[in-house]
């Protein structure tokens, strides 16, 4: 009998992986090239980390939980929107150089750091949740599981803004102004859809927040880390909302009778 | 608004991307896909013969008629497909006029895909380049004169759920073209039951149609999604929940259907021009 022997996988050796880093300011920049030794298990988090405490000690990143759960480490990772702790290295291709970029739809502070703060003061803006009476005596309320389920989805939401940066209405388009990005359609959409909420937001969608200017190029959807269906659970049935209310004329008459 | 506006960086320029994936093979994929469907649609559509087979001259025959001519309004002098709900074309229609059946039908189904919310996205990206993809630079002249869909024209779009009510109705009249296909005339003029390889394209087409049409958007809305209180519906948002199951497929059933309709338009036409028979199952 042959003596037990570890059944460990094999650990792939480590290989060294060229990496283009975007370092600059809101007065510009550029890429500059890092070499990183990477390991099995490696994210693209840690190879950030691993060129600030090895190459680059003044390289500005934000980040927090490294679990994909605070929304903090956002950036365009091969050009795409991604949270740089939730992309393992081996998913990128290999003996390829890797980008690494701010988000390009918000005004950079520093290297992959920008100011998100346009997204909270947008939020501000949208009507709060505003509940009707409660439906039992002890102030509670009665609700059903199937009726919350909707809402539910869109609370996953952990506030990364890649949604927002990919968006090519504020991206291209540069209309932060008119538009308040799939984001806060979604954060609309959750109070709208709440079954105790009683606020009417609908016409502040359309004339306000600019839902027409969404294209539903489901962008937002594809980058979203926690693969909320953003266009066709929230902006879309928004969008519907919009047509009931202010162009169907069927729907208006059918109101009209009804006394609503 | 009492945000404060933005200073955005400046824009990327047309197609200019970091993106190292293949990008661009979906938007030429919808390109080639849906620029090949309006191109053999519209000259199916102008050709105004050989949409059907199986009439009283044709014993024996299954009577199949191509759904892009579905229903047949009047037939085009000298032809009589025995789908007509009115007969010959009418005197009153101008002799110079081109007239072919198909004119009068396919404005409606291509009006119902136009406005879909799926291929909207599809065809913006893929032939207005608007985005050519995600994170893909845009062409420049747009710029913030962008309107998208807040605006005329594309504020249209939002008439789908007309259209939707018309994809309903025409379910419904390819369901009957399908049952009609299941029987032939015989030499005597009275007609009995058969199946053919025609029959089964032809109960294929409006299941496929169906599971697009009833994932649509709009009828998601309208089976719930406008309300609040999905479980205060008299079916306690049982068909909230189909609907749902189908609009998560919805561009599958898009491209299953686009496809389908097209390709038992050219079962029907080869049949109709000789270049192969239908063959007869039962």
Redesign the interface.
């Known amino acids: 009998m042959s003596t037990p022997t570890s059944q460990s996988k094999p650990v792939d050796e480590s290989r060294s992986v060229q990496f283009r880093v975007w370092r600059g300011n809101k007065d510009g920049g550029e890429f500059v090239n890092y070499q990183v030794n990477v390991t099995e298990g490696m994210v693209l988090l840690d190879c950030v980390h691993r060129i600030q405490a090895e190459q680059a000690p003044d390289l500005a990143c934000r980040w927090n939980c490294k679990a994909g759960k605070c929304g903090s480490c956002s950036a365009e990772i091969n050009g795409k929107p991604s949270l740089m702790c939730m992309t393992r290295m081996d998913t990128l291709p290999k003996d390829k150089v890797v980008t690494v970029e701010p988000m390009r739809s918000f005004p950079s502070i520093r290297d992959l750091v920008t100011d998100v703060s346009w997204n909270f003061r947008v939020k501000k803006t949208i009507k709060p949740f505003k509940p009707r009476k409660p439906d039992n005596a002890d102030g509670s309320w009665t609700m059903f599981q199937q009726d919350i389920d909707r809402v539910q989805e869109f609370r996953k939401c952990i506030e990364c803004f890649l949604c927002q940066d990919v968006c090519h209405v504020i991206r291209d388009h540069q209309k932060a102004d008119e538009f308040i990005g799939p984001r806060f359609l979604m954060y609309t959409a959750a109070l709208e859809m709440h079954p105790l909420d009683t606020e009417d937001r609908v016409g502040d969608l359309k004339n306000r927040d600019g839902i027409g200017y969404c294209n539903i190029t489901k962008c937002c959807t594809k980058v979203c880390p926690e693969h909320i269906g953003i266009t066709d659970n929230a902006i879309i049935p928004m969008k519907e909302r919009v047509v009931d209310q202010f162009y169907d004329p069927l729907t208006r008459l059918f109101r009209m009778f009804k006394g609503k | 608004?009492?945000?404060?506006?933005?200073?955005?960086?400046q824009?990327?320029g047309f197609l200019q991307?970091?993106?190292?994936?293949y990008w661009w093979i979906q938007p030429i994929l919808v390109l080639l896909g849906l620029g090949g469907f309006v191109v053999y649609s519209t000259w199916a559509a102008f050709q105004g013969c050989n949409y059907f087979i199986g009439g009283v001259d044709q014993p024996g025959v299954q009577r199949l008629l191509s759904p892009f001519y579905s229903p047949v309004l009047w037939d085009p002098p000298g032809i009589h497909s025995g789908h007509a709900w009115f007969g010959q074309l009418p005197s009153w229609w101008p002799a110079w006029m081109f007239f072919s059946p198909a004119l009068l039908i396919l404005p409606f189904p291509a009006g119902f895909r136009f406005t879909c919310?799926?291929y909207?996205?599809a065809y913006?990206?893929a032939f207005w380049g608007?985005?050519v993809n995600?994170?893909v630079?845009?062409p420049g002249f747009?710029?913030?004169n962008?309107?998208?869909?807040?605006?005329f024209p594309?504020?249209m779009q939002?008439i789908h759920?007309y259209f939707l009510y018309v994809a309903v109705v025409f379910i419904g009249l390819l369901s009957w073209d399908a049952f009609a296909a299941l029987w032939h005339y015989n030499a005597d003029g009275t007609r009995s039951f058969g199946v053919s390889v025609g029959s089964l394209v032809l109960i294929l087409n409006p299941i496929f149609l169906s599971m697009y049409t009833f994932g649509c958007?709009?009828m998601?809305?309208f089976v719930g999604?406008?309300n609040?209180?999905?479980?205060c519906s008299m079916d306690?948002?049982g068909a909230y929940k189909k609907v749902t199951w189908l609009?998560?497929r919805?561009m599958l059933f898009a491209w299953i259907s686009l496809f389908g309709v097209a390709l038992t338009d050219i079962y029907v036409r080869m049949c109709a021009n000789g270049t192969w028979s239908d063959w007869r199952i039962l």
């Open positions: 608004m009492t945000r404060s506006p933005i200073q955005l960086p824009a990327r991307t970091q993106r190292t994936d919310y799926y909207r996205g913006y990206k608007d985005p995600c994170a630079g845009e747009r710029g913030k962008y309107r998208g869909e807040q605006k594309l504020i939002n759920r958007h709009c998601r809305h999604g406008k609040d209180c999905l479980s306690g948002g609009n998560q919805h």
